[in-house]
């Protein structure tokens, strides 16, 4: 099974602590700061993980490619929102581009790997 997960987020703070968690559990972990990471990846991705508001390729384009590149895969869609777009504005944005989960930043690290765990075995 491809337990391949990628986490797009601007945040490295954010980034590396969740890639960390996942990388414990032994998944294989790839990390970019926008959705421009999509293109070099060297999927293919199981799973994306991706903040809504990145520079350069925000991520709902980022879902619009990883869903080109790798059809099957399940995505979690976070963000923290941002002054007049609030984070469940964002992601129910996200949720519409079919996005699997939507989480909110301060949503516990627990959860998130949960999340991942359930789209993986969904996959099954």
């Known amino acids: 099974m491809n337990c391949n997960v990628l ?5 490295e703070e954010f980034r590396a602590r969740l890639a960390a968690a996942l990388g414990a ?6 990390e970019g700061e926008d959705g421009r990471a999509i293109l070099t990846s060297t999927g293919p991705v199981a799973v994306l993980i991706v903040e ?3 520079p350069e390729q925000d991520g709902l384009e980022a879902i619009r490619s990883a869903r080109a590149r790798w059809p099957s895969v399940k995505v979690i869609a976070t963000t ?3 002054a007049a777009l ?6 129910g ?7 699997d989960v939507t989480l909110t930043k301060d949503t516990p690290l627990a959860t998130f790997l949960a ?5 993986m075995a969904a996959k099954l």
Do not use: N
């Open 80 to 82: 923290a929102g941002r």
């Open 7 to 11: 986490v797009l987020d601007p945040d």
């Open 86 to 91: 609030s984070a469940d504005y964002l992601l």
């Open 25 to 30: 559990r032994a998944y294989v972990v790839e």
């Open 93 to 99: 944005l996200a949720a519409h581009l079919g996005a």
């Open 115 to 119: 999340a991942v765990a359930r789209l």
């Open 52 to 54: 809504i508001l990145m």
